[in-house]
Structure formats: structure tokens, C-alpha cells
């Protein structure tokens, strides 16, 4: 079953910021993941509108969202991100 990884980042760096997001693609691929929602503009239907950039990302399963996260090279990539940004990332079960 398909699951999905939901990050909502605030960058306060874009310049440190892309130094992350031009290494994530090829990473995010070889976990057979792919980008649904890459940051992009937000229409706020209802509630409050998100302060930060939202990413969406598709994998085959939960635990290939965990298996991703938890690398060793994502884990390497992710300290480009973090002098750049504050985010929050949650791992969601998608539905058959």
C-alpha cells in the first residue's frame, strides 16, 4: 500500500536551502519515491493558511518512507537542510 511522506518547511536560508533540494530527487528515487507536491502555491479553502513550503511525497510503503528517512545518505543530505530551515515531516498510510 502506497504511503506518503508530508513535509511542511519553513526555509529561512534559499540559498543553503537548495544545496538539499538538488540532491533529494535522485535519493528520494532510488527508495522508488516520487514528488507529488514540491512546494508550489497553496489556495487556503478553510482554517488557517500554512507559513511554510509543503512537500509530498509518494512511496510503496511505510516503511519505505522509514527506510528513506533513516539512511544513512538522506541523513547526510539532511544537514544541508537544517541551517536553512525548520521542518516537520510525518510518515501517513495511504488507503487501498
Known amino acids: 500500500m502506497a504511503a506518503y511522506l508530508l513535509a511542511q518547511v519553513e526555509v529561512h536560508d534559499m540559498e543553503q536551502y537548495r544545496k538539499y533540494t538538488a ?17 508550489g ?16 511525497i509518494e512511496f510503496p510503503s511505510l516503511q519505505t518512507v522509514q527506510d528513506f528517512y ?7 543530505v539532511k544537514q544541508l537542510r537544517l541551517p536553512a530551515s525548520t521542518a516537520s515531516f510525518l ?6
Open 41 to 56: 502555491e497553496v489556495v487556503t479553502l478553510e482554517g488557517d493558511a500554512p507559513a511554510s513550503r509543503l512537500v509530498l
Open 23 to 39: 540532491q533529494t530527487p535522485a535519493l528520494i528515487e532510488k527508495y522508488g519515491g516520487r514528488f507529488l507536491v514540491r512546494g
Open 91 to 96: 510518515a501517513l498510510d495511504g488507503v487501498d
Open 70 to 76: 533513516n539512511s544513512a545518505a538522506y541523513q547526510e
